[in-house]
T-cell receptor, first 113, second 111 residues
Framework: DGGITQSPKYLFRKEGQNVTLSCEQN?????MYWYRQDPGQGLRLIYY???????QKGDIAEGYSVSREKKESFPLTVTSAQKNPTAFYLC????????????FGEGSRLTVL | GENVEQHPSTLSVQEGDSAVIKCTYS??????FPWYKQELGKRPQLIID?????GEKKDQRIAVTLNKTAKHFSLHITETQPEDSAVYFC??????????FGTGTRLKVLA
């Protein structure tokens, strides 16, 4: 069954800790994305990657890091430098064409205690 | 920078009535406009999209219209049903791997 899998679904973090959110896709998509969702603010782009071993900062990249060592995997690390990390995080992928549909994972809800 | 404004932020309609959500974009290079539906606690899913060379597209009870001159596009849902209750997001895309999303509309269909 093709799709995008995010884990964990819920995550609690103490202040000062780094956490890594997993995102795996078996759609053979070239492009992958991480979005942050806060109430009333829509979806904001954190990082995106067009191809393996390449990624670009989005609008709110500060305090986050990513890697793209494999086509199917795009993990996001929320570092201690992110001042307000409590949010819902969505991973997505697309074919990367000029009008490609975004396919989203189920999301990961991070709460800082 | 580029942005997409979406209105209203909340919308309540009686079951069977129509619902309209409007978005305005700023990037003239935008050429693809998808609409996503997100039910509570679930992933956003594409419900309809439109490309810049088309003025209107329909899919059963859902339609999207695009006015390139005015830089706005709208989602129309007719004969609303309780299962249409969700948050709807519009987006603009200019082919640079960056989708610009609106802030979402929470639609409530009252039975």
């Amino acid at each position: 069954d093709g799709g995008i899998t995010q884990s964990p679904k819920y995550l609690f973090r103490k202040e000062g800790q780094n956490v890594t959110l997993s995102c795996e896709q078996n759609l053979n998509h070239d492009a992958m994305y991480w979005y942050r969702q806060d109430p009333g603010q829509g979806l904001r782009l954190i990082y995106y990657s067009q191809i393996v071993n390449d990624f670009q900062k989005g609008d709110i990249a500060e305090g986050y890091s990513v890697s793209r060592e494999k086509k199917e995997s795009f993990p996001l690390t929320v570092t201690s430098a992110q001042k307000n990390p409590t949010a819902f995080y969505l991973c997505a992928s697309s074919t990367g064409s000029t009008t490609g549909e975004l396919f989203f994972g189920e999301g990961s809800r991070l709460t800082v205690l | 920078g580029e942005n997409v404004e979406q209105h209203p932020s909340t919308l309540s309609v009686q079951e069977g009535d129509s619902a309209v959500i409007k978005c305005t974009y700023s990037d003239s290079a935008s050429n693809y406009f998808p609409w996503y539906k997100q039910e509570l606690g679930k992933r956003p899913q594409l419900i309809i999209d439109i490309r810049s060379n088309v003025g209107e597209k329909k899919d059963q009870r859902i339609a999207v219209t695009l006015n390139k001159t005015a830089k706005h596009f709208s989602l129309h849902i007719t004969e609303t049903q309780p299962e249409d209750s969700a948050v709807y997001f519009c987006a603009g895309y200019s082919g640079t791997y960056k989708y610009i999303f609106g802030t979402g509309t929470r639609l409530k269909v009252l039975a």
